[in-house]
């Protein structure tokens, strides 16, 4: 079944205690990315790859670090996370748009961290 | 990056066909017009998409005016399993990526 996969789904951690939450996809795409979603700001983009070796940032980077070093996997690193982390994470991933830019994104079932 | 409004919130009466309308005056001539929706806070699962002509799959109907300043998404039997918050985007491509902007969308609630 073609899909993407968030570990874990939930956490609950502490302020400074490094974390990471994995996210792979089985469908063979390029371009995978991730997301935030907090009330009342809808979902935001942190981070995005276009391919292997291949990152940049997205509107709210900060706090965030992310590797692409296999085409399948796309981790988001939270190396000293803080409270104002707190948030419901999505990864997704696609096919790189070519001419028609008409290719949909997949999204994970999402990761709710909570940071205290 | 072209911009969308829609409603807050709307009502559907179970099997009765719900119309979620969205505004994109600003829309250039080379954007799609895409629809997710958000059920539950699981991932955002994609619906459809079009340019300039009507589209349908198993899941929906995209009516897009011909001058593509508006469009609507049909779901023509709505059941509650269809009560979600539904995104109307204009896909934005920035330097080959692919980014898709979400706003608050529209909050549709399917009534028994």
């Known amino acids: 079944e073609a899909q993407v996969t968030q570990n874990p789904r939930y956490l609950i951690t502490v302020t400074g205690k490094k974390l990471t939450v994995t996210c792979s996809q089985n469908?063979?795409?390029?371009?995978m990315s991730w997301y935030r979603q907090d009330p009342g700001l809808g979902l935001r983009q942190i981070y995005y790859?276009?391919?292997?070796?291949?990152?940049d940032k997205g509107d709210v980077p900060e706090g965030y670090k992310v590797s692409r070093k296999e085409k399948r996997n796309f981790p988001l690193i939270l190396e000293s996370p803080s409270p104002n982390q707190t948030s419901l994470y999505f990864c997704a991933s696609s096919f790189v748009a070519r001419r028609r830019f008409d290719n949909e994104q997949f999204f994970g079932p999402g990761t709710r961290l909570t940071v205290l | 990056d072209a911009k969308t409004t829609q409603p807050t919130s709307m009502d559907c009466a179970e099997g009765r066909a719900a119309n979620l309308p969205c505004n994109h005056s600003t829309i250039s001539g080379n954007e799609y017009v895409y629809w997710y929706r958000q059920i539950h806070s699981q991932g955002p699962q994609y619906i459809i998409h079009?340019?300039?002509n009507n589209e349908t799959n198993e899941m929906a109907s995209l009516i897009i005016t011909e001058d593509r300043k508006s469009s609507t998404l049909i779901l023509p039997h709505a059941t509650l399993r269809d009560t979600a918050v539904y995104y109307c985007i204009v896909r934005v491509v920035i330097q080959g990526a692919q980014k898709l902007v979400f706003g608050q969308g529209t909050r549709l609630t399917i009534n028994p």
């Open positions: 079009g340019l300039k």
């Open positions: 469908m063979n795409h390029e371009y």
């Open positions: 790859s276009m391919n292997v070796e291949v990152t």
